[in-house]
């Protein structure tokens, strides 16, 4: 199985951050298909975040994720996408802090729309967001 994961700007600003979220990567066992960095523009933010257009957090979110370079990345293992959203933990940091304290979230999120990582929440999911990305170059 496959999934999408993204690191987000701020993470890869940080290079503690950064190398321990690729540690903690190697060490789950998922394996990394592909990857690349990206710097999203805001027309691709918002239409990669569609979803949350009309939600409160949707300009801080798109303001993030065209604030520098995010890396995208394709993992591969047995449940993909549900060992990576462990990983990641909780979307709210602070409910993150205290029930998954050594989550990805809980390590380098620092706030709910800054939380560090993206992850895909179903193989349909997957499969719009890989194609978003990768295009057809990882099929």
Not at 27 to 32: D, N, W, Y
Not at 77 to 95: C, F, H, S
Request: aromatic letters at 8%; proline letters at 4%.
């Amino acid at each position: 199985m496959i999934t999408l994961a993204i690191v987000k700007p701020h993470c890869l600003k940080n290079p503690i951050a950064y190398q321990t979220i690729q540690q903690m990567l190697i060490e789950s066992g998922l394996k990394v298909v592909a990857r690349k960095r990206i710097n999203l523009s805001r027309d691709e933010a918002e239409k990669f975040y569609a979803e949350h257009r009309n939600k409160f957090f949707f300009r801080r979110l798109v303001s993030l994720m065209t604030s520098g370079p995010s890396e995208v990345v394709l993992l591969s293992g047995n449940d993909a996408i549900q060992q990576w959203r462990n990983l990641m933990g909780p979307t709210k940091v602070l409910k993150s802090v205290y029930s998954h304290p050594a989550c990805i979230r809980s390590c380098f999120g620092l706030t709910d729309t800054r939380n560090a990582t993206h992850g895909s929440d179903s193989e349909q999911s997957v499969m719009i967001e890989r194609q978003f990305f990768f295009g057809d170059a990882t099929q």
